[in-house]
């Protein structure tokens, strides 16, 4: 399974900055680049402002790193996939279930 890590992604933690006005703000922080194997799963559809909206699932399978949780997010390429849960895989592989985030 290790062969197939073929993609570089980065790992971001949300950190709360406070603003100007008293508030705050998430801001993401770099945790790390894995190898990662990223293969898509189910999609599903909505209603929204301007249109239909659509989501996208992936699983993102990593090695195991201890502090990675769910609330995090994945950068691959230009795409952003948000970590909705963490899955125990094998004692060597993590899986994350991502949605795609469109910005």
């Known amino acids: 399974m290790i062969e197939k890590l073929r993609a570089r992604i980065t790992l971001q933690s949300p950190e709360r900055v406070s603003d100007d006005l008293g508030g705050a703000e998430i801001s993401w922080s770099d945790a790390g680049e894995v190898w990662a194997e990223i293969s898509p799963g189910a999609g599903s559809a909505g209603a929204g402002y301007d249109g239909a909206l659509s989501n996208a699932s992936y699983r993102v399978t990593i090695r195991a790193p201890s502090d990675v949780r769910a609330g995090w997010r994945v950068l ?5 996939f948000r970590i909705d849960a963490v899955i125990a895989g094998t004692d060597a592989l993590l899986e994350l279930a991502c949605v795609e985030e469109r910005l």
């Open 76 to 80: 691959w390429n230009e795409r952003v």
